[in-house]
């Protein structure tokens, strides 16, 4: 999940907090509003029936004639007068809980709601005789309100949640624009364009962070110069030396006045000037695998006939080489076999996996086959030498390490990491299997797109 998605849902759950914590405020008070009406409206009547009740003036008719007039009946609403010797067992129709009388008791208003029924009573003392009014009636109209209430309540809270979506992914957008720009900016950024930089604008954090990217090109573009420098003096000052340290000790050999213990000397000089320029030439390639300050030259390559070629380079360096190739399992659609690449560099990368596999096997024969899955392709190279033992695995692909079984077969220990090298520069992979005396097996993994 991506930020822009994490700070929408973020955004989408606490504005669903905070929604529904408002909802439920404007419910409960609402609804506590609306009871606290009802049972207002209700108290009065029930005062206005005591007052009544109990007052002996000639126009108590004329004033309960009045409040029926223009008092509003309320739906349902029922008065009832109960004895106080009658309270433990009043029959009114309807059953009202015990608390409710003893707060009646109390000389407390009581209140009391079923459903959309509330009841009111209130404790009458009169000289002659004490009573208990109760006054009921229902509140169909406010009920209705609250459901409309909750209604509408639910219906906003579903609606904020998805505009709380909308607003977050807009609002997430907005904010990573300039993350993105960078993003953008600097995936335009390549061995051979290190001089580009990013665009700083403002102060804030993004302007920074533009800033740290650019002062870590500085130090790339410095490293990345110096190592061009050193690679190209070094293919120059190191190789015009050797050649010329290669030639005269050729001279000398020829020459037939020298002693057997100097032509002894002279061809130990020779072989290890060559050895030396062999490493070199190695230690160069290695460099220039990972970055040669200069453009690579990328085209399309078609791996089959690239592992035609590689048989042929192989060959004429060991002749006694034996290299199988299968292609069985290739698709007949051509592009599926065709990758982006410089081609002298990856002719390399395989070409030391297929020499090796010849070397060390002792010229046994060598399968290489080529397969296409999924936009992927995979080159197999399998042989039946040596094998690895497999303590020295994990360091195989290291500079300069070499297997402690390959001590009788010549080599330096470059061929491998140098492979690795380049099949990373194409975004590839490249894994091992072996088994001592059986035989190693290297798949390299190459994108196809």
């Not at 029926?68 to 029922?78: A, G, I, S």
């Not at 994990?394 to 390490?401: A, G, L, R, T, V």
Request: hydrophobic fraction near 40%; include cysteine; charged fraction near 25%.
């Amino acid at each position: 999940m991506n930020i822009a998605k994490k700070i929408t849902l973020l955004f989408a759950i606490l504005s669903a907090v905070i929604i529904s914590m408002l909802s439920g405020f404007v419910w409960y008070f609402a609804n506590d509003f609306a009871f606290e009406d009802f049972y207002k409206r209700l108290e009065a009547r029930v005062n206005i029936a005591a007052e009544i009740r109990t007052s002996e003036d000639q126009n108590d008719n004329v004033y309960a004639k009045v409040r029926n007039q223009y008092l509003e009946r309320l739906p349902d609403e029922k008065e009832y007068v109960i004895e106080k010797n009658k309270i433990g067992n009043p029959k009114i129709g309807i059953d009202l809980p015990k608390s409710f009388y003893d707060q009646i008791k109390e000389g407390k208003i009581a209140r009391y709601r079923t459903e959309n029924h509330f009841y009111v009573g209130k404790y009458l003392a009169e000289d002659r005789q004490s009573h208990i009014i109760i006054v009921s009636a229902n509140d169909p109209f406010g009920f209705r309100e609250l459901k409309d209430l909750q209604k509408i309540l639910v219906a906003g809270f579903f609606l904020s949640i998805i505009m709380s979506f909308i607003v977050g992914w807009k609002f997430s957008n907005y904010m990573l624009t300039p993350l993105r720009n960078i993003i953008k900016s600097v995936k335009k950024i390549k061995a051979e364009n290190l001089h580009l930089r990013l665009e700083v604008r403002g102060n804030d954090e993004m302007a920074q962070l533009s800033q740290t990217f650019n002062n870590m090109l500085n130090r790339l573009e410095t490293a990345f110069e110096t190592q061009n420098n050193f690679i190209s003096n070094a293919s120059h000052e190191l190789r015009t030396p050797l050649t010329i340290i290669s030639a005269e000790v050729e001279l000398e050999l020829k020459a037939e006045d020298g002693s057997l213990r100097q032509r002894q000397a002279l061809s130990k000089i020779k072989d290890e000037s060559d050895r030396l320029e062999h490493i070199l030439t190695s230690l160069l390639g290695l460099a220039q695998s990972g970055f040669n300050g200069k453009t690579q030259p990328w085209e399309q390559v078609r791996m089959d006939e690239l592992i035609w070629d590689v048989q042929r380079t192989v060959n004429q360096v060991h002749p006694e080489s034996k290299i199988e190739i299968d292609f069985s399992q290739l698709p007949e659609d051509e592009d599926q076999i065709t990758v982006k690449a410089n081609l002298n560099l990856l002719k390399l990368a395989i070409t030391n996996i297929v020499s090796n596999a010849c070397k060390y096997s002792n010229n046994k024969t060598v399968l290489v086959t080529l397969e296409s899955k999924l936009n992927v392709l995979s080159v197999a190279v399998k042989d039946q030498g040596i094998g690895i033992p497999p303590g020295d695995v994990q360091h195989i692909f290291e500079p300069f390490y070499r297997a402690s079984n390959t001590t009788d077969f010549k080599g330096y220990g470059i061929g491998l990491p140098l492979s690795l090298n380049i099949i990373r520069l194409h975004r590839g992979s490249i894994g091992i299997s072996s088994k001592e005396q059986v035989g190693t097996e290297i798949k390299v993994i190459l994108p196809i797109n």
